[in-house]
């Protein structure tokens, strides 16, 4: 059974700083693109950051450039997300990902086959 769990959201402040975790079972993480996306209210769902493990491929919304980075424990089976100098508008809820087809070539796909977590709240106030 897959199973994928986040946690560390929260509420801080304009250039704050939290760390996602995303505990996965089920899946080997080294075949695997896996993922954080966030969706706000009113907005559609945006990938954020996504590694592929097939080649170490690395992408990341250019809005989070410089600030956010993704990384992994392999042995943990653990995805996570540092996020730095948080803004308002990273408010949202984010998404623990992973590509439902393993050995993926290449860049992760922004969206389409992929299984979800729940969620987990950010919320920066400034």
């Known amino acids: 059974q897959v199973q994928l769990v986040e946690s560390g959201g929260g509420s801080v402040q304009d250039g704050g700083s939290l760390r996602l975790s995303c505990a996965a079972s089920?899946?080997?993480?080294?075949?695997?693109?896996m993922g954080w996306f966030r969706q706000a209210p009113g907005k559609e769902r945006e990938r954020v950051a996504t590694v592929n493990n097939v080649g170490a491929f690395t992408d990341y919304a250019t809005s989070v450039k410089g600030r956010f980075t993704i990384s992994q424990d392999n042995a943990k089976n653990t995805l996570y997300l540092q996020m730095n100098s948080l803004k308002p508008e990273d408010s949202a809820m984010y998404y623990c990902?992973?590509?439902?087809?393993?050995?993926?070539?290449?860049?992760?796909?922004?969206?389409?086959?992929?299984?979800w977590g729940q969620g987990t709240q950010v919320t920066v106030s400034s």
């Open positions: 990902a992973a590509y439902r087809v393993p050995d993926v070539w290449g860049r992760c796909p922004e969206g389409g086959n992929y299984d």
């Open positions: 089920g899946y080997t993480f080294s075949r695997r693109c």
